[in-house]
């Protein structure tokens, strides 16, 4: 009996749950029905809003698109504006800096005649002085090998008038 009752109470456990799963589907069913029916109702009730939304969005966008735009050429307008002033400015002095740039450049080409005039008689008072220097030294050392000349000679004709007064001392003797 205990076998039996166990396999009906499974059966009635078992008949209850399927009840159960039944009323939940029928429930869930119902509800996805509601809930579909709510979507597309909002979505009918939406659509002009969705229309006024992209129209409003549409219209900011243009607006803000058009003052950006007048914001840049106004900009734009202004640093035309500046460049053009500070051209004309450059422009004006650029004449004096010309001016200016040449009486420099003037000025440098003089000093820089007079440092290489200057430059130049120095250079040629070392040359000179060198040239001098090397003739008197040539003149010094002519001078010296004349000296020596004259003293080697000296010095020979010293030595021949030995000889000779030897030689005429020996003639002298054997004469004798």
């Not at 009996?1 to 059966?11: A, F, P, Q, R």
């Not at 979505?43 to 735009?69: G, S, V």
Request: no cysteine; aromatic share 6%; hydrophobic share 35%.
């Amino acid at each position: 009996m205990e076998s039996l009752d166990k396999e009906k109470l499974v059966s009635i456990r078992v008949k209850q749950l399927d009840e159960e799963k039944k009323k939940q589907a029928a429930t869930l069913k119902a509800t996805a029905k509601r809930i579909d029916h709510l979507e597309r109702a909002l979505r009918i009730e939406e659509l002009p809003l969705f229309k006024a939304d992209y129209e409003r969005q549409k219209t900011e966008d243009i607006k803000y698109a058009n003052d950006t735009y007048e914001a840049l050429v106004a900009t734009t307008k202004r640093k035309h504006e500046a460049d053009i002033l500070l051209k004309s400015r450059l422009t004006r002095i650029k004449e004096q800096v010309d001016t200016y740039r040449d009486r420099i450049q003037v000025e440098q080409e003089e000093k820089f005649a007079v440092l290489r005039a200057e430059a130049e008689a120095e250079l040629t008072k070392k040359r000179e002085a060198k040239r001098i220097a090397d003739l008197e030294r040539e003149a010094a050392a002519k001078e010296a090998a004349l000296r020596e000349e004259e003293q080697r000679r000296i010095e020979e004709a010293e030595k021949e008038s030995r000889r000779q007064g030897i030689f005429s001392m020996f003639t002298n003797l054997r004469s004798y």
